[in-house]
């Protein structure tokens, strides 16, 4: 069974140009997360999706920030315009809903320069 | 909301020794307890977890302890391996379905043969 996958795995841009990463979650997960995870630290939660509704975005920066899950399967996170902080790697995970383990993907690392 | 504390952020430990990390929580409500390992360049994965109405779990050379009443949970690793070596994170969540986790900051073990 493939896991979670996800693209790229680098992307290198300057700052204030737009970005977009793709996840696609392990067949009949419906629940999906997407995390941003700093050098040296945890993953931190930026929106999470019980199928095709956004559940939880407390966290997402609306400012530059967006993401969609419109057929409630793959997704994609967006930043326009990217800032030199947004460097980190993102990760996407999924999980059943009410399911405990989160299977993560092997995320997207973002250099801003 | 929630705020989990890891600590150390770095434990280097002879082959053969035991590991011990410890995380502290900040909500009572939280009842589900997750253990992930990341090693360096590869996706977190989960390696055992714990939920509120048990106080220690094993697997292994790995088992986790809860004190409810505290608010800190560990992970113990036992006879430890060079393959051991990775960043180790612990995660709390207010629900037993776990999809609402606020991981710690992670801990750096190192594992010298």
């Known amino acids: 069974e493939a896991g979670v996958v996800q693209s790229p795995r680098y992307k290198i841009i300057e700052k204030k140009q737009p970005v977009a990463f793709w996840c696609n979650p392990i067949?009949?997960?419906?629940?999906l997360y997407w995390y941003l995870q700093n050098l040296g630290q945890g993953p931190e939660l930026l929106i999470r999706?019980?199928?095709?509704?956004?559940?939880?975005d407390s966290q997402l920066p609306k400012d530059r920030f967006s993401a969609e899950r419109l057929k409630g399967v793959d997704s994609t996170l967006k930043i326009q315009p990217a800032e030199l902080g947004d460097s980190a790697v993102y990760l996407c995970?999924?999980?059943?809903?009410?399911?405990?383990?989160?299977?993560f993907g092997p995320g997207t690392r973002l250099t801003v320069l | 909301g929630e705020n989990v504390e890891q600590h150390p952020s770095t434990l280097s430990v002879q082959e053969g020794d035991s590991a011990v990390i410890k995380c502290t929580y900040s909500?009572?409500?939280?009842?589900?307890f997750p253990w992930y390992k990341q090693e360096l360049g590869k996706r977190p994965q989960l390696i055992i977890d714990?939920?509120?109405?048990?106080g220690e779990k094993k697997d292994q050379r790995i088992a986790v302890t809860l004190n409810k009443t505290a608010k800190h949970f560990s992970l113990h690793i036992t006879e430890t391996q060079p393959e051991d070596s990775a960043v180790y994170f612990c995660?709390?969540?207010?629900?037993?379905?776990?999809?609402?986790?606020?991981f710690g900051g992670g801990t750096r073990l190192m594992v010298k043969p």
């Open positions: 995970a999924s999980s059943l809903i009410g399911g405990n383990e989160q299977f």
């Open positions: 067949s009949g997960h419906n629940t």
């Open positions: 999706y019980e199928n095709e509704e956004a559940v939880d």
């Open positions: 909500d009572s409500a939280s009842n589900y």
């Open positions: 714990i939920r509120s109405n048990v």
């Open positions: 995660a709390a969540s207010p629900n037993n379905a776990g999809n609402m986790l606020t």
